[in-house]
């Protein structure tokens, strides 16, 4: 083999390894990105949960902290189209909306889950 050919075969490597390593790192970094959406997703799932089946639903908002990474703020307010109902039955519902945000390589990223409950009226 020529100096040359050596030359150009060695071009043609370091090319398809920087592909290589480019995709490589590509495929971790959403693999990661994954990873933080679906924490994120069980954590306001869980928040969800405990807020509509301990707390008493009254409007309003609260926020807080999961962990040092984590932050949630949620929102209970009863829909607009059930306070123009004309006579409310015993039962009543409140839209639930929580909003878990977090920082990602300097990025803010961020998840919102919202449901209806149903809360009984005061009598």
Not at 36 to 45: F, G, K, N
Not at 104 to 110: A, D, H, T
């Amino acid at each position: 083999m020529t100096l040359l050919e050596v030359l150009v075969a060695f071009s043609i490597l370091s090319v398809s390894l920087v592909l290589i390593m480019s995709i490589f790192s590509g495929g971790l970094r959403t693999s990661a990105r994954g990873y933080e959406y679906s924490r994120a997703i069980a954590l306001a799932e869980s928040k969800l949960a405990a807020i509509t089946i301990i707390e008493q639903l009254t409007d309003g908002t609260d926020e807080g902290v999961f962990d040092d990474r984590y932050r949630w703020q949620t929102t209970v307010r009863t829909p607009a189209w059930w306070e123009a109902a004309d006579t409310p039955p015993a039962l009543a519902p409140r839209e639930v909306k929580i909003d878990v945000v977090w920082n990602e390589f300097g990025r803010e990223r961020s998840v919102s889950l919202t449901t209806l409950r149903l809360v009984r009226r005061p009598l």
